[in-house]
């Protein structure tokens, strides 16, 4: 699961513990919604849902640069 998340368009990173039944992915928001992810989890014939989206902290530039 975490390969075929990973070579979608936008996801950085996907951490799929099957044991809990839950995914960690970070991905770019402008080429990717969570739902849009949760289909692909879909098509690969795992039931799934959203249960949570939190937004990365953005890194910012250091004063003077």
């Given amino acids: ?24 992915v ?3 928001d402008t080429m990717q919604t969570p739902e849009k992810l949760a289909a692909a989890i879909d098509k690969l014939g795992f039931r799934t849902s959203v249960v949570s989206v939190a937004e990365a902290p953005r890194s910012e530039a250091p004063p003077g640069r």
């Fill in 26 to 28: 970070i991905y770019d």
């Fill in 1 to 24: 699961i975490a390969t075929a998340l990973e070579r979608l368009p936008g996801v950085k990173r996907a951490d799929v513990k099957l044991e809990s039944g839950q995914a960690k």
